[in-house]
């Protein structure tokens, strides 16, 4: 009986080419740690198809004269991941009752292993982010960057500060000693002057007629759930829309002439 002709292998299964110094018989770890990440690299990919999108967000070209200015939107970015994740730690000790607040904050402070050193990153952290946020603006600004095609991410922008003040606010009663107390206090009450909607505004910040317990546990929700949730959707088409639209070039770079117009011309 006629033998069957083998099937070709699939491509997958040629061996890889060597790299120099390679082929000596001998496998490094480095090859099998190589081989095994790239293996569960190449299993997600066939699984999901990310690498086409993480091609599309990361590979792309940038203007000629990108300077360190275009640094502060990711400086603002990695501000608020600290903010995140030292927020995660802070909340595994906080308790937002007004008899409890500030012994958990002080047992943090004073008691909790690298808890003094976590409290001051997301202290310090905010006033960082919140600096930031206003230098990336105003980079922003005298770029140009908002003008068209790129005003939706101006206003996502606009949004992602107001609501970034609103984390600074709302974070600054939680240690519920006096003076985040009567600055709240103080806080709340010009919300109350603002036309139209401030009224409304102060009950729901107060949650209640009265400032009192309830009025922690709503700062405590607003400011760990509500706004940042709101904050990491609206980062996350901030930069769709900077991937999209790429970074604008710095207003003193003149277009280079279209070689081809002038051909046209000549
Ligand atoms: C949480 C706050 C924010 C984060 C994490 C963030 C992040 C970024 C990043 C990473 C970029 C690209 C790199 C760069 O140009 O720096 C960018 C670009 C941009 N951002 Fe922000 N941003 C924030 C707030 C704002 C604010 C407050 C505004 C203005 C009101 C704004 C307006 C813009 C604009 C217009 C661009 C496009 C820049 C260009 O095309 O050159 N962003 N942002």
Not at 77 to 94: E, I, K, R
Request: zero cysteines; a positive charge; charged letters at 15%.
């Amino acid at each position: 009986m006629p033998k069957l002709k083998l099937p070709t292998p699939p491509k997958t299964l040629n061996p890889r080419p060597k790299r120099p110094g390679q082929g000596n018989g001998k496998v490094s770890a480095l090859d099998v740690a190589e081989e095994a990440a790239t293996t569960a690299v190449d299993w997600v990919d066939e699984r999901t198809s990310l690498s086409g999108a993480a091609r599309w967000a990361m590979f792309r070209k940038i203007p000629k004269g990108t300077n360190w200015f275009y640094t502060l939107g990711s400086a603002t970015l990695f501000a608020f991941l600290n903010q995140a994740v030292t927020g995660v730690f802070l909340a595994m000790y906080y308790d937002p009752s007004p008899t409890h607040a500030y012994e958990s904050i002080r047992y943090v402070t004073n008691e909790a292993f690298l808890g003094e050193f976590v409290r001051g990153m997301h202290k310090w952290g905010s006033t960082v982010m919140v600096v930031l946020i206003f230098l990336h603006m105003a980079r922003t600004f005298f770029f140009g960057a908002y003008k068209y095609p790129r005003e939706l991410n101006w206003v996502i922008g606009v949004a992602l500060l107001i609501l970034t003040m609103a984390m600074s606010f709302t974070g600054y009663l939680l240690p519920f000693d006096q003076r985040s107390y009567w600055a709240t206090i103080v806080g709340v009450n010009i919300n109350g002057t603002g036309p139209l909607v401030g009224p409304y505004l102060n009950d729901f910040l107060r949650a209640g007629p009265e400032f009192g317990a309830t009025t922690l546990s709503r700062f405590y929700a607003i400011h760990m759930l509500l706004i940042p949730g709101a904050i990491i959707a609206l980062i996350g088409a901030h930069l769709y829309l900077v991937a999209k639209l790429g970074t604008t070039a710095p207003p003193w770079l003149k277009a280079a002439p279209d070689e081809r117009l002038h051909e046209e011309r000549a």
